[in-house]
């Protein structure tokens, strides 16, 4: 029986690891985590944010997500926005998922990702 997600992978194309961490770090607020020797041999990084774990991995004929992305719940919403615009990287706010507030941002490599908070019935916008 499925008990949690453990973590999404992304991918990534060759030689990018140092621009990776730059984002995942400084922009995201994430940490990086080591890899297990035997697949840090193969190259990319793996980051966490309390229980969420994005791996990214090294792929020759790398093609960003731009359909397929994490979901990733955030608190003060608009503060992390603010955050990640503040760091050059896209904001783009999208209002077509009812209960939430959310937008959608994509990684130095092109990879979406999107981020979302729930509101309270009370809340403006729901």
């Not at 029986?1 to 990776?20: G, I, K, Y």
């Not at 209960?99 to 309270?120: A, C, I, M, Q």
Request: net charge neutral; with cysteine.
């Amino acid at each position: 029986m499925l008990a949690a997600v453990d973590h999404v992978q992304l991918a990534a194309p060759p030689r990018s690891e140092d621009t990776l961490r730059a984002y995942y770090v400084d922009v995201l607020g994430m940490t990086e985590i080591p890899k297990p020797p035997v697949l840090a041999a193969r190259g990319g990084c793996w980051f966490q944010a309390g229980p969420v774990q994005l791996h990214l991995g090294i792929e020759k004929d790398f093609r960003p997500a731009k359909k397929a992305h994490p979901g990733l719940r955030v608190t003060d919403i608009e503060a992390y926005a603010a955050r990640l615009a503040a760091r050059g990287a896209p904001v783009t706010w999208d209002d077509n998922l009812p209960g939430h507030l959310r937008f959608y941002s994509e990684d130095p490599v092109g990879n979406r990702l999107e981020f979302l908070e729930k509101v309270r019935p009370s809340d403006p916008g729901v």
